[in-house]
């Protein structure tokens, strides 16, 4: 099944986004999983190094949205996360680190300032809704995004 009809086949969509890192190896990995209402499935996922769970969680919904912004979209659209931190920027905290110049109060830059500005900039592209859900909850798409990341990451640690 190509993408097209993956998405043109559906009223909704639902992404489930993932991102883990290993600081002993300092690796990361990020996990997508789309599932459509007739249950079919796209996967993504990638690693990096030198990163941080934080750009890890930030890289999965970017690299999901921007997978999103190719193709036709459905009415609705939900993304569920197990990151509160992807939440509470969504829903205040970008448009204060913006006031701020990008930094927090206490002077440092704000991390993943790019990436933040990238999903900012997508999610006002399309109407998405976006769910926090706890991680590791036996919710089967979380379960799967965060399997997806973890092979990830691990593939990278076989890559060196």
Same mark, same amino acid.
Do not use: C
């Given at each position: 099944?190509?993408?097209?009809?993956?998405?043109?086949?559906?009223?909704?969509?639902?992404?489930?986004?993932?991102?883990?890192?290993?600081?002993?190896?300092?690796?990361?990995?990020?996990?997508?999983?789309?599932?459509?209402?007739?249950?079919?499935?796209?996967?993504?996922?990638?690693?990096?190094?030198?990163?941080? !769970? &934080?750009?890890?969680?930030?890289?999965?919904? $970017?690299?999901?949205?921007?997978?999103? +912004?190719? /193709?036709?979209?459905?009415? %609705?659209?939900?993304?569920?996360?197990?990151?509160?931190?992807?939440?509470?920027?969504?829903?205040?905290?970008?448009?204060?680190?913006?006031?701020?110049?990008?930094?927090?109060?206490?002077?440092?830059?704000?991390?993943?300032?790019?990436?933040?500005?990238?999903?900012? !900039? &997508?999610?006002?592209?399309?109407?998405?809704? $976006?769910?926090?859900?706890?991680?590791? +909850?036996? /919710?089967?798409?979380?379960? %799967?995004?965060?399997?997806?990341?973890?092979?990830?990451?691990?593939?990278?640690?076989?890559?060196?």
């Amino acid at each position: 099944m190509n993408h097209h009809d993956f998405i043109t086949q559906s009223d909704y969509l639902k992404i489930y986004t993932d991102g883990g890192y290993e600081s002993r190896h300092d690796k990361g990995g990020w996990g997508v999983v789309f599932t459509n209402q007739t249950g079919n499935q796209v996967i993504l996922q990638g690693h990096a190094s030198h990163t941080s !769970s &934080l750009e890890m969680e930030l890289t999965a919904a $970017v690299k999901a949205l921007e997978w999103l +912004a190719h /193709h036709p979209r459905p009415p %609705q659209i939900d993304l569920f996360t197990d990151s509160k931190i992807l939440i509470e920027g969504l829903s205040g905290k970008i448009a204060r680190y913006r006031r701020q110049n990008w930094l927090h109060l206490s002077g440092r830059p704000v991390a993943s300032r790019l990436l933040w500005e990238k999903l900012e !900039s &997508l999610t006002q592209q399309m109407q998405i809704n $976006v769910h926090w859900i706890k991680g590791h +909850a036996r /919710h089967a798409g979380n379960l %799967q995004a965060d399997q997806l990341a973890r092979q990830a990451r691990l593939k990278e640690h076989a890559d060196f």
